[in-house]
């Protein structure tokens, strides 16, 4: 594959379609890569600044995993200024640009120095996101050159129905299309039951619905699908973390309320690494 110099401290993939700005975190290693990624949603912490002086110092001394944030967009810029911490949208309109008062583009992110984005968060399925919508969304990220960060997961329903594997691999079948075989993937798996409740999933069933997540990723994006980073999502504290770690098919944390702070932060950063 053909590389470029990208426009914020990564590379840029060349070839058919699209310029993908891959962060050089990512970039250094193509296979999947540990990972910790904070969702302030609609909050921040008490004092930004200090927040990102104390996670990217210990970020700096932990090479091996790939630490990012999505704040508000309001606050993108200021991550991005930040060494050691990527810059994460917390979602994109599906259009390119136009007429939508209070919507962002995934350009308009990227432009303000993200190089991820999450897509499909089930707060935004709740809020109206179809399958349709995360898909046309995705294709938004990559075609503004960010790594989409493609959230799925089940919701309580399912569960007690048996229907977790299915529903995980349906969203991931219905997110990502099958024509894309240069862009870069990661996949979350966040069961909507676990989020902001306190409650996690057993190590047994994050590795079953990782690999359902997996074997959908096979029939899409082929080879590359033993590549793709998965991350697990859903009440992540500096305790839960110590029994997900060693599920084998997840690669690192997408981390809600717990990442407002940066000592939870740099625990689970060290955790993740240890
Ligand atoms: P909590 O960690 O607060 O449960 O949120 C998880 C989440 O939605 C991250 O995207």
Redesign the pocket.
């Known amino acids: 594959m053909m590389a470029e110099e990208g426009v914020a401290g990564g590379s840029r993939s060349a070839g058919r379609g699209p310029a993908f700005l891959v962060p050089d975190q990512l970039e250094r290693s193509r296979l999947r890569r540990r990972m910790l ?1 904070g ?1 302030w ?1 609609m909050n921040q912490p008490a004092d930004v600044s200090e927040y990102l002086q104390q996670i990217s110092s210990r970020a700096a001394t932990l090479s091996s995993i790939s630490v990012a944030i ?1 704040p508000p967009a309001t606050l993108l810029a200021q991550i991005s200024r930040s060494r050691d911490i990527l810059a994460a949208g917390q979602d994109c309109h599906k259009s390119a640009s136009g007429p939508f008062t209070g919507a962002v583009s995934a350009a308009l992110l990227r432009h303000a120095g993200a190089s991820l984005v ?1 897509i499909g ?3 935004r399925r709740a809020e109206g996101d179809t399958d349709q919508t995360v898909r046309s969304k995705l294709e938004r990220a990559w075609a503004a050159g960010l790594t989409p960060i493609l ?1 799925v997961g089940e919701t309580m329903a399912d569960v007690q129905r048996g229907l977790v594997g299915s529903r995980v691999a349906a969203q991931v079948l219905a997110g990502v299309p099958e024509d894309e075989p240069s862009a870069p993937l990661i996949v ?1 798996y ?1 069961p909507v039951w ?5 409650r996690t999933p057993t190590q047994e069933e994050v590795g079953a619905a990782a690999a359902a997540i997996r074997q959908a990723l096979r029939k899409r994006i082929s080879i590359r699908a033993e590549q793709t980073t998965i991350l697990y ?5 500096p305790t839960s973390v110590l029994a997900l770690c060693g599920v084998s098919d997840i690669d690192g944390f ?6 407002l702070s940066a000592s939870d932060i740099v625990s689970i950063m060290e955790a993740i690494a240890s």
Not at 194 to 198: M, R, S, V, Y
Not at 233 to 237: P, R, Y
Not at 254 to 259: M, Q
């Open positions: 990624v969702n949603k999505a999450l968060h089930s707060e959230c979350a966040e676990a989020i902001g409740t306190g999502g859903g009440s992540v504290t997408l981390v809600g309320s717990a990442s």
